[in-house]
């Protein structure tokens, strides 16, 4: 089956400092899954942050940055210089591009809260 | 564009009662997914439709648990004889086809959180 792991529970970062959010992924019914990262902002609903297709690809959003490894299966959430408005819930998530489904496996997620 | 309509977005059901949570798509999007989300196990897959046929159901739990999709404007997620394990916000998503290389983003809706006393 398909599965993530990120960085459990919370995180907390001081403004203008940088961050780095871990996630692994894991699956054997496809060889090349879509990876993708979703944030819930406070009081809003799951919304998708940035999306990479192609191994070695790297994606960028609202200066969040992830790159696809395929050799790690990894797909880690950096950003060089967070914001108080950054702080929310992070998930990491794994489409199967795979015949008659178009599902995704999410990690647990992780809480951001960025100090001023 | 409203987004994704789901209705209520709060219910409270007494064990043994059923349960119907409602999903409006975004008009166009021809997949829906029905996801559910709890502290224990995360946000876990349930079931997804394309052209209002069921395609993948794999997440549904065998027993009590049914969802249809009548016409292209909503799709219904019902629970009979409800649990307290089934307490849990119920997700419901869609997109424009859902599936393929490059999949389409999901668009989430503000989900349903369904508490069972």
């Known amino acids: 089956g398909d599965s993530v792991t990120q960085t459990e529970g919370q995180v907390t970062v001081s403004e203008s400092k940088s961050l780095i959010i871990n996630c692994t992924y894991s699956?054997?019914?496809?060889?090349?899954?879509?990876l993708f990262w979703y944030v819930r902002y406070p009081g809003e609903g799951l919304q998708l942050l940035l999306k990479?297709?192609?191994?070695?690809q790297k994606g960028s959003s609202r200066g969040f940055e992830a790159t696809y490894n395929k050799e790690t299966t990894s797909f880690h959430l950096q950003k060089a210089s967070v914001q108080e408005s950054d702080s929310a819930v992070y998930y990491c998530?794994?489409?199967?591009?795979?015949?008659?489904?178009?599902?995704?496996?999410f990690g647990h997620g992780t809480i951001l809260r960025v100090h001023p | 564009n409203a987004g994704v309509i789901q209705t209520p977005r709060h219910k409270v059901t007494g064990k043994g009662q059923e349960a119907t949570l409602w999903c409006e798509p975004i008009?166009?999007?021809?997949?829906v997914f029905w996801y559910r989300q709890t502290i224990v196990q995360g946000l876990e897959f349930l079931t997804y439709?394309?052209?209002?046929?069921?395609?993948?159901d794999s997440g549904m739990p065998k027993e009590r648990f049914s969802a249809q999709m009548p016409n292209q404007s909503h799709s219904t997620l019902k629970i009979q004889s409800t649990q307290p394990q089934d307490s849990a916000v119920y997700l419901c998503?869609?997109?424009?086809?859902?599936?393929?290389?490059?999949?389409?983003?999901?668009?989430f809706g503000p989900g349903t959180r369904l508490l069972v006393l």
């Open positions: 998503a869609s997109s424009l086809e859902g599936w393929g290389f490059n999949q389409d983003t999901q668009y």
């Open positions: 439709f394309r052209n209002q046929a069921p395609i993948d």
């Open positions: 998530a794994l489409g199967n591009t795979g015949a008659n489904t178009g599902k995704l496996t």
């Open positions: 990479v297709i192609t191994a070695g």
């Open positions: 008009s166009g999007h021809s997949a």
């Open positions: 699956t054997t019914s496809i060889a090349y899954p879509n």
